[in-house]
């Protein structure tokens, strides 16, 4: 029996909220290593992000200012946090932080700071405004789509596509416009949100399906999980979904991983066309997704084994996983006393 | 007409494709024909073993398990 190697990894995404960030899902899996014993510095934008409070997750918590306050400011925080803490890895979670994550990699290889996370090439690449050339650069299927950065060019570029449309922002938010009419719409309420440009693609009828993926930087695929959801939320979040066994499902998670030569977490959106069974690839989140915690349900460890890539062990690729595992997400009220919060509010840690 | 091999029946009548992820659920005579179907047993046949075990004319039962085979062919668990 070995012992277990300390190792402290800080992790961001701590809002298990309605529309949840990973975070808390990658520090189940972490808790759950045989090979690590951790120590987990949770990094929150916000001081009411539940992971927090909650019991078991976190053994030290600072606020960090958002991406948006500029590199300097971020590359100051983490300077004094690495004073305090020895973090041996960084998991980064929302696909917002995740260039100024990227800036700074180098900044945090002198503080003795790893992480395993795209380049800025392989980041860009995969920004839904660059899907088609995505496809077409890598010869992975994708819909097709068009991206617009004011209204006067809405019309021209709908000329291209059969009704209905998908109408989908630049990070988040997707709508299914069956006319000109509603396509405006949509385009305004997306662009208010999340500014421009707008994404209109192709509308594929089919079945959409989920992988969780890891890939080394090197081109291997070292674990992958897929999942369909069976319950969505209002804002088209999963609340409940179950793995499945579909190889090509697989097969389309190798591809991008080997041809982009990925390094770290990912999520692939994919679509099943009813009529041709054919597979598309809709969207790459540059992270694990909120689900990751069912690839630990199903055997596969992903956070674990990113930790173990950024930190150079040896590793070998996870082969197999349970089919037929559901997760299924639940609402809980804490009760919390206010020395938690008064001290993240005063002093930026807890 | 064959059931798809990974298809996934269990006693209670709980039917998983794990290709898909869907699940549905049936009655014990609706298990009966999955299983048989699982084997490529023929319609012929099962209509027999159908009539022989269950109070059922031919023409009917022939003409209900068509209308099974058809649902189980649009929920995509029949072999194309």
């Given at each position: 029996m070995h012992s277990k190697k300390d190792i402290t990894i800080a992790v961001t995404g701590l809002n298990a909220i309605d529309s949840p960030g990973p975070g808390i899902a990658v520090i189940r899996g972490l808790r759950e290593s045989t090979f690590y014993n951790v120590r987990i510095i949770g990094l929150a934008y916000e001081i009411l992000e539940p992971g927090i409070y909650m019991d078991g997750m976190v053994d030290k918590v600072y606020q960090i200012p958002y991406p948006s306050s500029g590199f300097d400011a971020m590359l100051e925080r983490f300077t004094y946090i690495q004073g305090n803490e020895k973090i041996d890895v960084v998991i980064p979670n929302f696909d917002a932080e995740l260039m100024t994550f990227i800036k700074l990699k180098p900044h945090f290889n002198k503080m003795g700071i790893h992480l395993l996370i795209p380049t800025k090439e392989q980041f860009e690449d995969r920004l839904k405004g660059n899907l088609n050339a995505f496809g077409e650069k890598h010869q992975i299927n994708v819909p097709k789509s068009e991206t617009v950065y004011h209204i006067n060019e809405l019309e021209e570029a709908l000329e291209g596509f059969e009704y209905p449309v998908v109408i989908k922002g630049k990070f988040y938010d997707a709508y299914i416009a069956a006319?000109?009419?509603?396509?405006?719409?949509?385009?305004?309420?997306?662009?208010?949100?999340?500014?421009?440009?707008?994404?209109?693609?192709?509308?594929?009828?089919?079945?959409?399906?989920?992988?969780?993926?890891?890939?080394?930087?090197?081109?291997?695929?070292?674990?992958?999980?897929?999942?369909?959801?069976?319950?969505?939320?209002?804002?088209?979040?999963?609340?409940?979904?179950?793995?499945?066994?579909?190889?090509?499902?697989?097969?389309?998670?190798d591809e991008v991983i080997s041809k982009t030569q990925w390094a770290g977490g990912l999520e692939l959106e994919l679509m099943k066309e009813d009529k041709t069974n054919k597979l598309y690839l809709l969207e790459i989140n540059p992270r694990f997704p909120a689900w990751v915690y069912l690839a630990n349900g199903c055997g596969q460890n992903h956070p674990e084994m990113l930790v173990k890539l950024a930190m150079g062990e040896k590793v070998a690729p996870y082969k197999k996983y349970d089919v037929g595992k559901m997760f299924i997400r639940y609402s809980y009220d804490m009760i919390c006393d206010l020395d938690k919060y008064e001290k993240i509010s005063i002093h930026g840690e807890v | 007409m064959k059931l798809k091999k990974n298809i996934a029946i269990s006693e209670s009548g709980f039917v998983f494709n794990p290709e898909t992820g869907t699940s549905f659920t049936t009655n014990s005579l609706g298990v009966a024909i999955l299983k048989q179907l699982k084997t490529k047993t023929s319609t012929e046949g099962i209509i027999a073993s159908i009539v022989k075990n269950y109070e059922i004319d031919e023409t009917t039962c022939e003409k209900d398990l068509e209308d099974f085979l058809r649902i189980l062919s649009q929920f995509n668990l029949i072999e194309e």
């Open positions: 006319s000109s009419e509603q396509a405006r719409e949509f385009y305004f309420k997306v662009s208010a949100k999340w500014g421009v440009p707008i994404i209109i693609q192709e509308f594929i009828k089919g079945n959409e399906f989920n992988v969780t993926a890891l890939g080394d930087g090197k081109g291997t695929l070292m674990g992958a999980v897929p999942m369909r959801k069976t319950f969505l939320t209002d804002k088209g979040k999963a609340w409940a979904g179950i793995s499945i066994n579909d190889p090509n499902l697989i097969k389309m998670a | -």
